[in-house]
């Protein structure tokens, strides 16, 4: 779990408890991986590590995976290919795609398919975090947005079927 001083110093704030946050890195790239892996732990994630796609899916399968970093050109199944996937066994999970040969149209098309975010390297591994918990804040707006939007549409539904019935 991690903990967040808010208004001033750890003597001094209001303490916020965070459960931890569960990241899953695809890379093809070990030293990548790696470096990843140990800066999100660092910091107080729990880091699942994947070198495909393959790999990824069974990952998702079995652990609470609440958002993915993955690499886009990888042999075999790549990063779009991936995100299809996800979009399909876990559509809630928050994709963020990487690469180091992108442009505005890949950008672009990353989102169109669904992915969160998109981010192209060399990048500053310590941005990392911040859009992992960006990401994660978003979609977590959405879903509860979602969830009221659906919660008063259901209160409407009963009113109208009430003074139907009535």
């Known amino acids: 779990m991690q903990i967040y001083h808010l208004f001033g110093s750890a003597e001094s704030s209001v303490v916020v408890a965070q459960p931890q946050r569960h990241v899953l890195i695809v890379d093809d790239d070990d030293l990548v991986r790696e470096t990843l892996h140990f800066v999100l732990e660092d910091g107080g994630y729990r880091v699942y590590a994947a ?3 393959a790999e990824a899916l069974r990952l998702l399968e079995r652990e609470p995976i609440d958002i993915v970093l993955s690499d886009i050109f990888m042999p075999g199944m790549n990063g779009f290919d991936l995100l299809r996937q996800i979009r399909e066994v876990a559509p809630n999970t928050p994709v963020i795609l ?3 040969y992108g442009n505005i149209e890949m950008a672009r098309e990353a989102l169109k398919q669904g992915a969160s975010d998109f ?5 500053n ?5 911040i859009m992992i918990e960006r990401n994660l804040t978003r979609h977590s707006l959405l879903a509860n947005q979602t969830r009221q939007y659906e919660d008063a ?3 409407s539904f009963r009113a ?3 003074a139907l019935l009535a």
């Open 160 to 162: 109208t079927l009430d």
């Open 125 to 129: 591994i310590h941005e990392i975090p």
């Open 119 to 123: 981010i192209t390297k060399p990048y």
């Open 51 to 53: 070198s495909s796609g």
């Open 153 to 155: 549409v259901q209160r």
């Open 98 to 100: 990487i690469t180091g």
